[in-house]
């Protein structure tokens, strides 16, 4: 059985690295495309040389979270979060002034609900479990802990808790010990 540092994530390219560090990596580029993106908004609405403030404080979150410091882990996301509103905004005035005849483009639309979408994406891999542990600099696989012969460590598809299960002697009564959800999920239920 594979280490579960070996894993690779579903459509992702195999790498010599650890695919939750190259997460991490694109999620600190994206952080950094943010901090750029916060200087270019804050620069139109103040005009000042307080369009720094904001942007010193995203690169100090940026810089922080690279280095994977334990507060920056938080504060990406909210970042992320706000540029991601500030995105969607943009996509609403935008998509209002093409319907309405008043201009717009719809390249930039398209971007934009882009550029939102993804950032969603970045933000929502920071509630993972497996996700964290990375971070922290700490794995799902114990080299001390040894799985009995056929079992795997396994994700429940509802609270995404980490088990040892046998997948040969899986059910669909069988229950999650955290969330007392269905192990196995069927796309159609038996009546």
């Not at 280095?67 to 996509?91: D, H, N, Q, R, T």
């Not at 598809?157 to 959800?181: F, Q």
């Given at each position: 059985?594979a280490?579960?540092?070996?894993?690779?994530?579903?459509g992702?390219?195999?790498?010599?690295t650890?695919p939750?560090?190259g997460?991490?990596?694109?999620t600190s580029?994206?952080?950094?495309?943010d901090?750029?993106?916060l200087?270019?908004?804050a620069?139109?609405?103040?005009?000042?040389?307080?369009?720094?403030v904001?942007t010193?404080?995203?690169l100090?979150?940026w810089n922080?979270?690279?280095a994977?410091a334990?507060w920056?882990?938080w504060?990406a996301?909210?970042?992320?979060?706000?540029?991601?509103?500030?995105?969607?905004?943009?996509?609403?005035?935008?998509i209002y002034w093409?319907?309405?005849?008043?201009?717009g483009s719809?390249l930039i639309?398209i971007l934009?609900?882009?550029?939102t979408?993804?950032?969603?994406?970045f933000?929502?891999?920071h509630?993972?479990?497996?996700?964290?542990?990375g971070?922290?600099?700490n794995?799902?696989y114990?080299?001390e802990?040894q799985?009995?012969e056929?079992?795997?460590?396994?994700?429940c598809?509802?609270?995404?808790?980490?088990?040892a299960v046998?997948?040969m002697?899986l059910?669909?009564?069988?229950?999650c010990?955290?969330?007392?959800?269905?192990l196995v999920?069927s796309?159609i239920e038996e009546?």
């Amino acid at each position: 059985m594979a280490h579960a540092d070996e894993l690779v994530l579903a459509g992702s390219r195999p790498a010599p690295t650890n695919p939750i560090d190259g997460l991490h990596t694109r999620t600190s580029t994206v952080l950094l495309v943010d901090s750029i993106v916060l200087f270019i908004l804050a620069n139109t609405v103040f005009i000042t040389i307080a369009a720094l403030v904001p942007t010193f404080f995203g690169l100090i979150i940026w810089n922080s979270y690279k280095a994977k410091a334990e507060w920056a882990y938080w504060f990406a996301p909210m970042l992320i979060g706000f540029v991601s509103f500030c995105f969607a905004v943009i996509l609403f005035f935008n998509i209002y002034w093409i319907l309405s005849g008043d201009g717009g483009s719809w390249l930039i639309t398209i971007l934009v609900a882009w550029a939102t979408i993804s950032g969603v994406r970045f933000i929502r891999i920071h509630f993972h479990p497996v996700y964290k542990l990375g971070y922290s600099g700490n794995s799902i696989y114990n080299n001390e802990f040894q799985l009995p012969e056929n079992e795997m460590l396994a994700a429940c598809p509802t609270c995404l808790a980490v088990l040892a299960v046998n997948p040969m002697l899986l059910s669909k009564e069988d229950r999650c010990p955290e969330c007392d959800n269905k192990l196995v999920l069927s796309s159609i239920e038996e009546e």
